[in-house]
């Protein structure tokens, strides 16, 4: 063994975790070695940013302070204040996100944070005059704010460097320099938007102060955000998980091998959450209740916690879920690479695996046969840009709602980035691979038709109430040969292998269809569409496939209109079913549970901390899923630009909920069109690739 059992599994003299760890053992020299590479595979993947942009980066900052510092005074002067409180008037910066963690790469946006005192108002103040301000600078670029997300923010670029600044607003008149924001009461009297805000840099914080060797836990989770991204499991608005939840769940890690190196903290990532029994929640520290009366995540109180799905716990007050987004598809999805990733660092003890094996991308366009395809257009960036934040962040619904309308015997797999159309840069495409549920029956042969499920989505998608002429959304069923070339790299679609002959088929070995490039579901599917009525704005073909396809069914959404919404019925269990049976996993009323949030588990029971030498059960719709789906088709309010709020670049930005389920409207669509039939005839037992869980 090199190196000692040196670390004891606590900080400061406090426990780190709601457990002991579950070893203390030191690196092998093994572990040195594979650590050694995977740091060099890192940083030749270009994962680090230079000396010089990291300099440039704290100059930015400081001149971001400098800024406000000026704003604040200039508010306090305009509010009347006598000239000392105005010389005293101050405001600060905070970090937080994947800079402050310290796994930012190059070019990565700065998430920030400016405090300011009680009488610099958010609405008139923040997105008034500092938007002002900033609009003069020379060296501001690209503002802009969004004042009515969920956690209000104001993004520009500063020197070249990408900012998103958030703002809290205290009860204090005066903010000291020496502002310690992690303490609870930093929180009194504060309204909803300031805690939300306050929380992104709360959580950072926590998690630093919760691991027990901070440059371990920067590499180990440097690594996982890269596997993430390679694997399309990184996205919190698809539904996967953003920056902050790998954060937590790699923290997690290393509190339970306190003195390994990131080689090791990798492979037990993996070993880990293969294993662990979801909805059990991963907590870094015990539930507080606190004083103030914040809602925090607690299933025994709050009816919609027990059915989420993947839980993991923010450590700072409040507590809350950080994963709310996961849903049923991307839960399982989630879980297949977790065992392929097992897998991998299982081969490589052998000196059968390697890293590059690990961080091999997703061959998603070749792990299915059928696809969504959903393409959206606008006229100008602006609204292009508007129009794109607003529908992917209601793809997820999309997925829900088919999981519920064809209760689970299809499943979704959203693609979680979007594909610009070179030759048009206001029209680009999002993806949902499709495959039925695995174990069908040849005889259950079943025939799906979504139209509604489609239009359902579309009318959602249509209450959007930024909506200009112009902004177009077309859903429409492909084939994989039908895939547009635009996604590919460089616009050229893969040459497909040839197919082998019969004889060779005969004689070849017998592998899975989950080693088959051509694996995935087998169906049949028939598109019946007609045209909608008049022209309207849409994609050009840019290839032979799509002339072919001749899917031009784009529609210019006339000026919104509320519709009515009796007698909309979501499907909810039925009479005499025990719910919970209905929920699978979904509910957290467990024994074990009640330990867990209190924060009681014992050592003994520390491999069984949520995990279980079992697989997962079967994962099936909650009760807390349709019910979110009923808020979001049952309800009315206003929505304003809220597009981009729900970036991926928000989702280090907190770790509460970044979007507020929206309510249902829909534009007036023509009475003549018809919906496409989408049908599904399962003539094979085909299992998708390995690649496609």
């Not at 032979?544 to 396809?549: G, N």
Request: charged content about 25%; overall charge negative.
């Amino acid at each position: 063994m090199m190196g000692t059992q040196g670390f004891n599994g606590q900080k400061n003299g406090q426990r780190l975790g709601i457990t002991e760890p579950i070893s203390l053992g030191g690196p092998t020299e093994y572990d040195v070695i594979k650590t050694k590479e995977l740091e060099e595979f890192l940083a030749e993947a270009g994962l680090y940013e230079s000396h010089e942009e990291a300099i440039r980066r704290e100059e930015v900052l400081g001149r971001l302070d400098q800024i406000v510092k000026i704003w604040v005074k200039k508010v306090s002067r305009a509010r009347g204040l006598n000239e000392q409180l105005v010389q005293e008037a101050n405001a600060k910066i905070f970090t937080f996100g994947s800079y402050r963690l310290g796994v930012h790469g190059p070019g990565a946006d700065i998430d920030t944070l400016c405090v300011g005192p009680r009488h610099a108002d958010r609405d008139e103040d923040f997105f008034g005059e500092l938007k002002r301000m900033l609009l003069e600078m020379p060296d501001v670029t690209e503002l802009h704010p969004v004042p009515d997300a969920h956690v209000p923010v104001m993004r520009f670029k500063l020197n070249g460097v990408s900012i998103d600044l958030l703002y809290a607003r205290l009860s204090l008149w005066v903010i000291p320099d020496d502002l310690d924001i992690s303490q609870d009461s930093i929180l009194q009297n504060a309204d909803d938007k300031t805690v939300r805000s306050l929380n992104g840099c709360r959580v950072t914080d926590q998690i630093l102060s919760l691991v027990p060797n901070i440059q371990n836990f920067r590499t180990t989770l440097r690594c996982m955000r890269f596997w993430a991204k390679r694997r399309g499991v990184y996205s919190n608005v698809a539904g996967f998980l953003g920056g902050i939840n790998w954060a937590l769940l790699v923290a997690r890690i290393c509190q339970l091998y306190p003195n390994a190196l990131p080689n090791m903290l990798v492979s037990r990532f993996f070993r880990v959450y293969t294993q662990w029994r979801w909805p059990n929640p991963v907590m870094l520290c015990a539930i507080v209740e606190g004083s103030l009366g914040l809602q925090i995540w607690d299933p025994r109180k709050n009816p919609k916690d027990k059915y989420h799905l993947m839980p993991i716990i923010t450590p700072a007050y409040p507590s809350m879920n950080s994963s709310y987004n996961v849903s049923s598809s991307t839960l399982r999805i989630m879980t297949e690479e977790f065992k392929r990733g097992h897998n991998v660092c299982e081969a490589m003890v052998l000196n059968n695996g390697s890293w590059l094996e690990l961080f091999e991308p997703y061959r998603f366009f070749e792990a299915y046969k059928n696809y969504l395809q959903i393409d959206i257009v606008a006229v100008c960036e602006e609204d292009m840009m508007n129009w794109k934040g607003w529908v992917e962040s209601r793809i997820r619904y999309l997925v829900l709602k088919i999981e519920r309308d064809t209760f689970k015997l299809l499943l979704c797999h959203p693609h979680p980035g979007d594909f610009p159309d070179k030759s048009n840069p206001f029209h680009c495409s999002y993806f949902l691979g499709l495959q039925r549920k695995e174990g069908v029956s040849v005889n259950d042969a079943k025939k799906f038709d979504i139209r509604s499920t489609v239009d359902e989505f579309k009318g959602n998608v249509g209450s959007y109430t930024a909506w200009k002429p112009g902004m177009g959304i077309s859903v429409t069923h492909i084939k994989r040969r039908d895939i547009p070339a635009f996604v590919f790299p460089g616009g050229v679609r893969p040459a497909r292998p040839a197919r082998a002959s019969v004889e060779e088929r005969r004689n070849a070995p017998d592998t899975s269809a989950a080693s088959s490039p051509d694996a995935g579901t087998s169906v049949d599917v028939n598109v019946v569409d007609r045209p909608v009525p008049g022209p309207g704005p849409g994609p050009g073909p840019d290839d032979d496939d799509t002339r072919k396809r001749q899917r031009e069914d784009y529609q210019e959404l006339p000026a919104p209109k509320r519709l009515s919404t009796d007698g909309f019925n979501v499907g909810l269990p039925t009479e005499g079913t025990n719910v919970n049976d209905q929920a699978g996993t979904s509910g957290v009323k467990t024994e074990n549970n009640e330990d867990i949030i209190s924060g009681q588990l014992v050592s003994g029971e520390t491999e069984k901390l949520a995990t279980d030498s079992g697989q997962c059960e079967s994962f099936q719709s909650s009760r807390q899923q349709l019910e979110e789906l009923e808020e979001l088709d049952m309800e009315f309010s206003t929505i304003k630009q809220v597009a981009t709020s729900v970036n991926e670049s928000l989702e280090e930005l907190e770790a509460t909920e970044l979007v507020v389920p929206l309510p249902r409207a829909a534009h007036a669509t023509a009475a003549a069109q018809r919906k496409p039939v989408i049908r599904f005839n399962f003539t094979s037992l085909a299992k998708a690739t390995g690649n496609s869980s």
